[in-house]
């Protein structure tokens, strides 16, 4: 018997130490990764103050760090990675929702449709955006760190209450004026007949992507609302079951 419950001692402690072991290793990835996204937002509002100081004006800034903002806005991908592996205890649909939006409005909208990139929603949503991400990459940082200064935790949670708002705006003002574009032009989109016999209509698929943000944008919202009384001021949230 003690010899068995030795070996059981042995197995149980080679496996508490895997478990640190692992969370080693992905609390030092986490870190490194959330620096890096850290210092690439910083990088794209640096060269979008240097640009307007140098300008004087917003035409031209999109075109100056679209390869930038196409690079780390598409390397978030790894975020999704990381909550489907485990490594991040957060919804992967919510967190897939959340990056691939923000790709599609990089890839498929400001990237793709050239006459509408130096709109001002175009510059309001980047703006939103990099404030955003640098707070948010920052927070999590120090987070990683168990070094988080005030300041960061207060940001936040409260400068979400109007940037996401005026996120949505730049966004959604910038796929409404992109659509006689895309009407016109007949982009991505696959006209009958044809040898697959499938019909795309990229014009009434913006349509759509724009009612989506009507249920959508309010359940983020008020989800990073319950959280900023939950961290800011120690309220218990209960979550209702579906």
Avoid at 36 to 60: C, D, E, S
Avoid at 124 to 135: G, R
Avoid at 160 to 176: D, K, N, R, S
Wanted: charged letters at 15%.
């Amino acid at each position: 018997m003690a010899s068995s419950e030795e070996d059981g001692s042995v197995e149980e402690k080679e496996n508490n130490n895997k478990k640190r072991s692992k969370s080693a290793i992905a609390t030092a990835w986490l870190t490194f990764y959330n620096i890096t996204m850290t210092a690439g937002w910083l990088v794209l509002a640096v060269a979008m103050a240097r640009f307007y100081i140098q300008k004087g004006n917003h035409r031209g800034l999109y075109k100056s760090i679209s390869r930038t903002l196409k690079f780390f806005q598409t390397f978030a991908l790894l975020e999704v990675v990381h909550c489907a592996v485990g490594i991040v205890r957060t919804s992967v649909i919510v967190t897939g929702v959340q990056v691939c939006s923000r790709i599609f409005m990089v890839w498929f909208v400001a990237n793709s449709i050239k006459q509408i990139q130096n709109e001002e929603s175009v510059v309001l949503f980047l703006v939103v955006w990099t404030v955003t991400e640098i707070t948010r990459y920052s927070f999590y940082t120090f987070s990683l760190l168990n070094h988080l200064p005030y300041f960061i935790k207060w940001a936040r949670y409260n400068m979400f209450i109007v940037m996401y708002p005026l996120g949505v705006a730049g966004e959604l003002i910038t796929i409404y004026t992109a659509l006689p574009y895309v009407r016109k032009s007949g982009m991505f989109s696959m006209r009958l007949p044809n040898k697959y016999n499938v019909s795309f209509d990229y014009y009434i698929f913006l349509i759509i992507v724009m009612l989506s943000y009507i249920p959508l944008f309010p359940q983020l919202y008020f989800h990073m609302l319950r959280q900023r009384r939950k961290v800011l001021h120690g309220e218990v949230i209960v979550e209702k079951d579906d």
